[in-house]
């Protein structure tokens, strides 16, 4: 039988659930992430235009969702692919928030990106592929905003902690974890969600944990049931790709939903949400 481990102890590292600050809460901009609320991310993988920004920032609002999301510098897998608008996003980014309210995640990929985006974005996303950069890690918890961390697709769930730890390290505790798929034999799916992560995970730290069912699945017919499957695990929030028109989409229109169908999403989180709460 493979050998698999369960000692993995987390007792003497920052982010361990035994060590948890007193009052601990991730605080965006009013919106408190600490085991109560369950918070929803969406907006597309990538920002493309000031119609598509402000559009699906405006549609995700209105069917509920908390934080808005769109990178604006995307780690794509081959160099041909639309790479994202870069700093010239910036200032469309900020319109979003300026016109919608809604607080604002960006993924930065290094010391670089890091510097520019920090200054105005409401949580700095460390994708995937990051999860390992240390220097990375490091600027980010010498910086104040709140980080989420993505799980790399071949990262145990030690190396995860540990990668957050780097963070916490620094100082900055404001981090949430996000599993968004992980690499297997399985090839039905772009990754394979690994949902025991989730009550895995809470045993072993306080930091919020996130699921990111568009990046794990890779086809948007999945999305709906997984993220109802990650809210009844016990995440404290999803991450997931709406676009304008999922058709034209620049970067991962397939596993985007849209307007229509991210409403519907958000009516049946509530359901499990209220069920939760009330087991009665
Ligand atoms: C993303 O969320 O934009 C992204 C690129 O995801 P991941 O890092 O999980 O691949
Ligand atoms: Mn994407």
Known sequence: ??????????KNLLIGLDNKPKNFVIDINGIKIAGKNFIVIAGPCAAESKNQLLST???????????????????????????????????????????????????????????????????????SRNMYNYPLLIA????????????????TIEELL???????????????LCERGIRTFADYTRNTLDLSAVPILKKL????????????????????????????????????EVH????????????SLSFKEFKRLMKKIKKIIKALKNPK
Do not use: W
């Open 1 to 10: 039988m493979r050998k698999y481990s369960t000692k993995f102890k987390t």
């Open 57 to 127: 920032a405006r549609a995700v609002k209105k069917s509920g969702a908390n934080v808005f999301r769109a990178g604006l510098f995307k780690p794509r897998t081959s160099p041909y692919n639309f790479g994202g608008l870069g700093e010239k996003g910036l200032e469309l980014l900020k319109l979003v928030k300026e016109q919608t309210g809604l607080p604002i995640i960006t993924e930065a990929m290094s010391l670089e990106q890091l510097n520019l985006v920090s200054d105005f974005a409401d949580i700095i996303q460390i994708g």
């Open 140 to 155: 980010a918890g010498k910086q104040k905003k709140p980080v989420l961390l993505k799980r790399g697709f071949s990262a």
């Open 162 to 176: 540990l990668a957050a730890e780097y963070i916490a390290s620094q100082g900055n505790k404001k981090i949430i």
């Open 205 to 240: 730290t306080y930091l919020p944990v996130i699921v990111d069912p568009s990046h794990a699945t890779g086809q948007r017919e999945l999305i709906e049931p997984l993220s109802l499957a990650g809210a009844a695990c016990g995440a404290d929030g999803l991450m997931v």
């Open 244 to 255: 304008n028109c999922p058709e034209k989409a620049l970067s991962d229109g397939q596993q």
